[in-house]
């Protein structure tokens, strides 16, 4: 955690001082100098002064500094994004210019192809343009359908079928089962009512037979969210509601993520599976900061997958999108990555997992669907990696 805090700040500090230089170019801020680099150090620092002020209680206070920080830290990766793309397309340009000018064929004094200012404004307009359209895109959910079919589904029947109260009952061969996932929803601060409401309205679109939730649902104090719980509870899913803890659940404390969940409605798996009537299995287990942070045996997948049994269907559900090799697993559910949230940052995290967001298949024949996300990390904005729910139709074959 150290490391990564050291790593973030490293990076984020660096955006400030992009910033600060380019705006010096086209503004000099004179006696206000010192003033603006106290506000730059404050926005720096405001993802760790959130967290403390939320600690202590002093939710006002938090919700003011998260949207003046988030806001501004989605604004500043977009200024850094843009500022650096014109730089070195300025860079480009002078550098064809400068080898026409030299042999000749073109006279002229070397200079600049884009001055500094005229970069700090470029960038400061799309950083602002796309600001805007990214708070609106985060709140645009997209369901993302996936079809799916398996052999092993051939004569499904749940324990109830769903809607007829009668024991073991066939499915109906026509009839998809409607798995719906839901991930890195980030309830805290910024996700609150207004920004859930969507969000369960495609999950009650969606129709689902099976609700599942694979990680950071929750990223806030439950003071905070408590009275969400009842509103997710409301959610129907004949089949059942299953849930994992994810990396913030386990910031946030495991336990007390634990216990929201439940109150949400969901069976949290952690290490375990629940058998669905007589061909269906979902499996699940936590995020491997809990292995860090000594609260997750370090054998929990190898040991779960060890049990899994080849006559099911077996759903695996995991925060992260790595494969450990082993088990029958049929289909792994992941997030964890939001395609980035601001692209291009999805570069970075095909980078980290080196898989891609959506329905792939792995090495040793799983399908692992990774999704967007269905909220919001930091920034309460998303730039070309809308949010989603996903509906995963599964067939008989």
């Given at each position: 955690m150290l490391l990564f805090l050291s790593a973030f700040f490293l990076v984020y500090g660096s955006l400030h001082w992009l910033f600060y230089r380019l705006l010096k170019t086209a503004w000099e801020p004179g006696r206000w100098r010192w003033l603006l680099?106290?506000?730059?150090?404050?926005l720096t620092l405001a993802p760790v002064l959130v967290r403390l002020l939320e600690r202590q209680g002093l939710e006002g206070t938090a919700l003011v500094a998260a949207y003046a920080g988030f806001y501004w830290m989605g604004f500043v990766f977009l200024f850094a994004v843009a500022a650096l793309l014109l730089s070195?397309?300025?860079w480009l340009l002078r550098y064809r210019r400068q080898r026409r000018v030299l042999s000749g064929d073109e006279p002229g004094r070397l200079g600049p192809f884009l001055p500094p200012a005229a970069i700090f404004k470029l960038a400061l307009v799309f950083a602002l343009a796309a600001s805007f359209y990214g708070h609106f895109e985060a709140r645009r959910i997209i369901i993302e359908e996936v079809r799916l079919a398996s052999p092993?589904?051939?004569?499904?029947?749940?324990?109830?079928?769903?809607?007829?109260?009668?024991?073991?009952?066939p499915w109906p061969a026509e009839r998809p089962l409607r798995i719906v996932k839901i991930t890195?929803?980030?309830?805290?601060?910024?996700?609150?009512?207004?920004?859930?409401?969507?969000?369960?309205?495609a999950v009650e679109q969606a129709r689902p037979d099976i609700l599942v939730a694979t990680g950071d649902i929750v990223d806030g104090q439950g003071d905070g969210i408590a009275h969400l719980a009842a509103k997710i509870r409301r959610l129907e899913a004949p089949l059942g509601k299953f849930a994992i803890l994810g990396n913030h659940e386990f910031y946030v404390g495991a336990e007390q993520s634990r216990a929201f969940l439940e109150e949400a409605g969901f069976t949290v798996l952690r290490g375990e599976s629940v058998v669905i009537g007589n061909r269906l299995r979902i499996a699940g287990v936590d995020d491997r900061t809990g292995i860090a942070m000594g609260l997750t045996p370090p054998e929990q997948e190898r040991e779960l997958l060890a049990e899994l049994p080849a006559a099911t269907y077996n759903i695996l559900l995991k925060h992260q999108p790595e494969i450990v090799p082993g088990g029958h697993v049929d289909l792994q559910l992941s997030g964890h990555v939001h395609r980035g949230q601001l692209v291009p940052f999805n570069f970075f995290t095909w980078l980290a997992y080196r898989v891609p967001t959506g329905l792939s298949r792995a090495e040793d024949g799983r399908y692992l669907y990774v999704?967007?996300?269905?909220?919001?990390?930091?920034?309460?904005?998303?730039?070309?990696a809308p949010p989603e729910v996903t509906l995963i139709k599964l067939y008989h074959q």
């Open positions: 680099l106290f506000v730059l150090l404050l070195g397309l300025g092993k589904l051939a004569d499904f029947a749940p324990a109830v079928a769903a809607g007829s109260g009668a024991a073991n009952e890195d929803v980030h309830l805290g601060l910024l996700v609150q009512e207004a920004r859930l409401a969507p969000m369960l309205a999704g967007r996300g269905t909220g919001t990390w930091g920034p309460p904005v998303r730039f070309l």
